[in-house]
Nanobody, 125 residues
Framework: QLQLVESGGGLVQPGGSLRLSCAASGGTFGYHAIYWFRQAPGKEREGVSCISHSGKGIDYEDSVNGRFTISRDNAENTVFLQMNSLKFEDTAVYYC??????????????????WGQGTQVTISS
């Protein structure tokens, strides 16, 4: 059974950077799109970014476009989320998730078949 493990979260000041990793094991990875979601306290989970199985299809939520960069290394079964120019509103638990399909689609639970446990990202001065 597929396991997704996120890492790289932490506490940074506004304007800082973090690089999240999502490592997969125990299942297929390279044939699926991979998503990043986040959930802030008291808010609904929202989609952040997605990368297709080949890495050629990429999508970003508007508020992170231009600041975050998603990438993947299928040989290492890992997806990365480079987060720059971090803002207070980026504070959340970040989850990676395997999509049901090879391409990116809507950021809804029906398009996801596996979730990681999450990593906390806190932006604070």
């Amino acid at each position: 059974q597929l396991q997704l493990v996120e890492s790289g979260g932490g506490l940074v000041q506004p304007g800082g950077s973090l690089r999240l990793s999502c490592a997969a094991s125990g299942g297929t990875f390279g044939y699926h799109a991979i998503y990043w979601f986040r959930q802030a306290p008291g808010k609904e989970r929202e989609g952040v970014s997605c990368i297709s199985h080949s890495g050629k299809g990429i999508d970003y939520e508007d508020s992170v476009n231009g600041r975050f960069t998603i990438s993947r290394d299928n040989a290492e079964n890992t997806v990365f989320l480079q987060m720059n120019s971090l803002k207070f509103e980026d504070t959340a638990v970040y989850y990676c998730a395997r999509g049901r399909y090879s391409y990116c689609s809507n950021y809804i639970a029906d398009n996801i078949d596996s979730w990681g446990q999450g990593t906390q990202v806190t932006i604070s001065s």
